[in-house]
T-cell receptor, first 113, second 113 residues
């Protein structure tokens, strides 16, 4: 079974802090994704990476950056956290190909105070 | 461009009754369609997918969905609801060669004993 592991289930940070969310997958997937999930808005794509060191903006990249130095690890960075970034963050991975399903981690619930 | 509409943000059924969750999509290319389930404080779990071939797709936990191209629909059904089916369900669409998976806003299913 595919396992996608997010480093923290719950995280509390202060405004202005630099925040790192880590995601690791164990199935040698080429593609990795970061979403945020908010009530009534569903899942929105922040960034994705189709290969090591490659990244593309999703629908809501403002205020975020990403890093993918190794195939199995995809990091989301909040450069200067703000209260409107309080949300549930979900990481996913998949093999290359539109017909391939994305596999999700359990999520990180991030609160910015 | 792709979009997904899930009719009904909340659906309640009695235990043992039919479950029907509606999903309509739009896509400028032949679609790949997915249903995911999310239990509280967890990530998304793949229920089933349609890529090509048979239009009636069977998934885990007794769920199935039928791809109807003429109606641009991919409704999720289960003949008999169980208490453990209470969760939020997401329909998603993508296309061949696409990295982006577009999600509906979700339908929260409640099962009444």
């Amino acid at each position: 079974d595919v396992k996608v592991t997010q480093s923290s289930r719950y995280l509390v940070k202060r405004t202005g802090e630099k925040v790192f969310l880590e995601c690791v997958q164990d199935m040698d997937h080429e593609n990795m994704f970061w979403y945020r999930q908010d009530p009534g808005l569903g899942l929105r794509l922040i960034y994705f990476s189709y290969d090591v060191k490659m990244k593309e903006k999703g629908d809501i990249p403002e205020g975020y950056s990403v890093s993918r130095e190794k195939k199995e690890r995809f990091s989301l960075i909040l450069e200067s956290a703000s209260t409107n970034q309080t949300s549930m963050y979900l990481c996913a991975s998949r093999l290359t190909g539109g017909n391939q399903p994305q596999h999700f981690g359990d999520g990180t619930r991030l609160s910015i105070l | 461009a792709q979009s997904v509409t899930q009719l009904g943000s909340h659906v309640s059924v009695s235990e043992g009754a039919l479950v029907l969750l509606r999903c309509n999509y739009s896509s400028s290319v032949p679609p790949y369609l997915f249903w995911y389930v999310q239990y509280p404080n967890q990530g998304l779990q793949l229920l089933l997918k349609y890529t090509t071939g048979a239009t009636l797709v069977k998934g885990i936990n007794g769920f199935e969905a039928e791809f109807k191209k003429s109606e641009t629909s991919f409704h999720l059904t289960k003949p008999s609801a169980h208490m453990s089916d209470a969760a939020e369900y997401f329909c998603a669409v993508t296309g061949a060669g696409s990295y982006q998976l577009t999600f509906g806003k979700g339908t929260k299913l409640s099962v009444i004993p």
